[in-house]
C-alpha cells in the first residue's frame, strides 16, 4: 500500500487560458471555428500529456517521473514555499541538482541525498502536498 501518491494535474486556469487565446486570435468566421475547436483540443491534450506524471512512496522508495530511489538516500525534507521555490531554481541552485519541478508548482519539497557515491547534491520535487510528502519520505527512517 503506497503511503503517499500525488497525480500532477495541470492546473484549471491552464485550460481556460487556452481557450481564451483561441478567442483572442480568431479573424474569420471560418478561422474562429477551427481556433475554437481545434486549439482547445491540442491545448487540453498537452496539459493531459503534461499531467501524466505521478509522485509516490511505496515501501521506502521515492517514485519520481524519470527516477526513483530509496528514501533512506535521502537527509531531512525540507518544505519549500513560492519564494524559496524560486531561489532553490535561480540563485541557490546547484548544476548536479535533480530537479523534477512542472512549470505550475508552487511548492516543492527539497532533500539533500547523504549518500557518498552520487555527487547529486539534492533533489528537488515540485508538489501540490509538500508536507504530505515531507512527511511520507521521513516515515521510513530505516531500511527494511
Same mark, same amino acid.
Given at each position: 500500500?503506497?503511503?503517499?501518491?500525488?497525480?500532477?494535474?495541470?492546473?484549471?486556469?491552464?485550460?481556460?487560458?487556452?481557450?481564451?487565446?483561441?478567442?483572442?486570435?480568431?479573424?474569420?468566421?471560418?478561422?474562429?471555428?477551427?481556433?475554437?475547436?481545434?486549439? !482547445?483540443?491540442?491545448?487540453?491534450?498537452?496539459?493531459? =500529456? @503534461?499531467? #501524466?506524471?505521478? &509522485? *509516490?512512496?511505496?515501501? +521506502? %522508495?521515492?517514485?519520481?517521473?524519470?527516477?526513483?530511489? !530509496?528514501?533512506?538516500?535521502?537527509?531531512?525534507?525540507? =518544505? @519549500?514555499? #513560492?519564494?524559496? &521555490? *524560486?531561489?532553490?531554481? +535561480? %540563485?541557490?541552485?546547484?548544476?548536479?541538482?535533480?530537479?523534477?519541478?512542472?512549470?505550475?508548482?508552487?511548492?516543492? =519539497?527539497?532533500?539533500?541525498?547523504?549518500?557518498?557515491?552520487?555527487?547529486?547534491?539534492?533533489?528537488?520535487?515540485?508538489?501540490?502536498?509538500?508536507?504530505?510528502?515531507?512527511?511520507?519520505?521521513?516515515?521510513?527512517?530505516?531500511?527494511?
Amino acid at each position: 500500500m503506497p503511503t503517499y501518491r500525488e497525480r500532477l494535474w495541470a492546473p484549471l486556469s491552464w485550460a481556460v487560458i487556452t481557450l481564451a487565446g483561441a478567442v483572442l486570435v480568431a479573424v474569420s468566421f471560418q478561422e474562429s471555428l477551427l481556433l475554437l475547436v481545434g486549439l !482547445p483540443l491540442l491545448g487540453v491534450l498537452a496539459l493531459v =500529456v @503534461l499531467s #501524466r506524471d505521478q &509522485l *509516490r512512496v511505496d515501501d +521506502g %522508495v521515492l517514485h519520481v517521473p524519470g527516477a526513483r530511489a !530509496p528514501i533512506t538516500a535521502f537527509g531531512p525534507a525540507e =518544505v @519549500l514555499d #513560492r519564494k524559496a &521555490l *524560486r531561489q532553490w531554481m +535561480g %540563485v541557490r541552485a546547484q548544476r548536479d541538482a535533480w530537479v523534477r519541478v512542472k512549470p505550475w508548482a508552487r511548492n516543492a =519539497v527539497r532533500l539533500p541525498v547523504d549518500d557518498p557515491d552520487d555527487d547529486t547534491p539534492y533533489w528537488l520535487i515540485g508538489t501540490r502536498r509538500p508536507i504530505d510528502l515531507a512527511v511520507a519520505v521521513a516515515r521510513f527512517p530505516e531500511a527494511p
